[in-house]
């Protein structure tokens, strides 16, 4: 497989895995990410998941070699497994943390964007290079980008296809920390094991709730959310939790 899969202590930890091509993600990874997530979203031990690359670099977007394949109809299937792959990612109802070394560009960076944090190397390279190659965006990008960084911003990333640095991200907001190089991954982990201690079923319906705003008004909001309380109050968590609050005590929360 070229997305390899380990867990640890609750945490899944996702590798691109083809280093030799910078992580070049082919159409045979695509529906491999689409399987991956689908099961981490359905194993109740898993309680958070880190996205990374193999080698130095997150992943340098889509195999430019199998770019244009088949026509229309092969075109089209293209873009089918590519939206179901972020969709994977975006719609996977645990904490997601993309740890980004080196290049992430394309696709691989709509993909980090999809995940709820990226951390990443200072000297990290992000990049929407569409326009070097006379096409428009895909995977999602600039409804992503622009959710982080405000339209204007995402249009002059997105216009000029520059590359954007580790410490630019994290200026800017779409990164929620940048750190030395070689320690995204560690810092990546150092939050996932937060998470893992963490009501497993709460954070699920908070990034619900967070998913769902862009689409709300206020008012639609604070009826979802009323639901959603309501629901919440039957955990075993919440039971543990404000149980544990009175008793002066940390929670020792099952994640159901």
């Known amino acids: 497989m070229s997305v390899d899969?380990?867990?640890?202590?609750?945490?899944?930890?996702?590798?691109?895995?083809?280093?030799?091509?910078?992580?070049?993600?082919?159409?045979?990874?695509?529906?491999?990410?689409?399987e991956v997530f689908q099961k981490l979203q359905d194993d109740d031990e898993i309680r958070a998941i880190i996205l990374t690359g193999a080698g130095s670099d997150f992943a340098a977007g889509a195999d430019v070699g199998e770019m244009g394949?088949?026509?229309?109809?092969?075109?089209?299937?293209?873009?089918?497994?590519?939206?179901?792959?972020?969709?994977?990612?975006?719609?996977?109802?645990?904490?997601?943390?993309?740890?980004?070394?080196?290049?992430?560009?394309?696709?691989?960076?709509?993909?980090?964007?999809?995940?709820?944090?990226?951390?990443?190397?200072e000297n990290a390279r992000f990049q929407f290079a569409f326009r070097h190659i006379g096409l428009a965006m895909d995977a999602g990008a600039g409804w992503l980008l622009e959710r982080h960084v405000g339209v204007m911003r995402a249009k002059e990333i997105a216009?000029?296809?520059?590359?954007?640095?580790?410490s630019e991200a994290a200026q800017l907001g779409f990164a929620l920390e940048a750190v030395p190089a070689g320690e995204?991954?560690?810092?990546?982990?150092?939050?996932a094991a937060g998470y893992v201690k963490a009501p497993t079923l709460a954070l699920s319906e908070i990034k619900r709730q967070f998913d769902a705003a862009p689409g709300q008004t206020f008012?639609?909001?604070?009826?979802?959310?009323?639901?959603?309380?309501?629901?919440?109050?039957?955990?075993?968590?919440?039971?543990?939790?404000?149980?544990?609050?009175?008793?002066k005590r940390k929670p020792a929360y099952r994640g159901a």
């Open 184 to 191: 995204a991954l560690a810092k990546a982990q150092e939050m």
């Open 69 to 121: 394949q088949g026509g229309v109809r092969g075109n089209l299937g293209n873009a089918r497994t590519r939206t179901r792959m972020v969709r994977a990612v975006a719609h996977t109802q645990k904490p997601v943390i993309a740890a980004v070394e080196g290049v992430c560009i394309g696709m691989a960076f709509a993909m980090a964007l999809s995940c709820d944090f990226i951390v990443c190397a």
């Open 5 to 34: 899969v380990n867990v640890e202590g609750g945490v899944a930890t996702v590798t691109i895995n083809r280093p030799e091509r910078k992580n070049a993600i082919t159409f045979a990874m695509r529906e491999q990410f689409q």
């Open 219 to 247: 008012d639609e909001a604070l009826d979802y959310e009323i639901t959603v309380q309501a629901l919440m109050t039957w955990t075993e968590d919440f039971k543990e939790g404000s149980t544990a609050f009175k008793e």
């Open 159 to 166: 216009y000029s296809g520059r590359f954007v640095s580790g």
